[in-house]
């Protein structure tokens, strides 16, 4: 999530992390604050409500060592390269990654071809780094993705769309060896 709607900022004493989301993604919102908190037991989960964004968050000093991308600018704007130990994690959690990337700049469609209409999915975003990490773990997960256009990876076929509706209907809550293995980098 850290990767498509996430934000690291500094505060004057720790760094915050900051997680935007559509106010109706009720489930990837406790996702996303469960993950936290399995991080940081006993320590609280902020929200905090703007329009139609609710914004997960949390304080600590330890978000730029686990997400070592985090860095001045945007995001399609500097590399976006995992550390080995942040491999290690997504080629064991491959399916995690990719529902991460779907649920925070996806989308699941309904594509048009020769008159015929069709389940379909898109990821979307303006880094080629972003882009190729989802492609890797896609085809880590036996996905086939495609590059539509220069900011768009389309799943389409209907095996793939298959599998991406199983995956993101699963799985609600934080596997917690996902969470155990975040933190021993």
């Known amino acids: 999530m850290y990767l498509g709607d996430g934000y690291i900022s500094r505060t004057p004493r720790t760094y915050r992390l900051e997680v935007s989301l559509h106010k109706r993604q009720g489930p990837v919102?406790?996702?996303?604050?469960?993950?936290?908190s399995a991080l940081r037991p006993g320590h609280p989960v902020g929200f905090r409500l703007r329009e139609s964004v609710t914004i997960v968050n949390a304080y600590w000093n330890a978000w730029p060592t686990l997400f070592p991308q985090h860095g001045a600018g945007r995001?399609?704007?500097?590399?976006?390269?995992?550390?080995?130990?942040?491999?290690?994690?997504?080629?064991?959690?491959p399916q995690e990654f990719v529902r991460g990337c779907i649920e925070s700049d996806g989308c699941r469609h309904r594509r048009v071809?020769?008159?015929?209409?069709?389940?379909?999915y898109s990821f979307t975003n303006h880094?080629?780094?972003?882009?190729?990490?989802?492609?890797?773990?896609?085809?880590?997960?036996?996905?086939?993705p495609r590059r539509a256009n220069r900011v768009t990876v389309s799943l389409a076929r209907r095996e793939d769309v298959a599998a991406l509706d199983k995956l993101l209907v699963a799985g609600d809550a934080v596997e917690p060896q996902v969470a155990d293995s975040l933190l021993t980098p």
């Open 29 to 36: 919102i406790e996702r996303v604050a469960s993950a936290i």
């Open 75 to 93: 995001k399609h704007q500097r590399p976006i390269v995992l550390d080995s130990w942040q491999r290690s994690i997504v080629e064991q959690n």
């Open 113 to 120: 071809v020769a008159g015929r209409d069709y389940p379909a």
């Open 127 to 144: 880094s080629n780094d972003i882009l190729g990490l989802f492609v890797w773990a896609c085809s880590l997960v036996g996905l086939r």
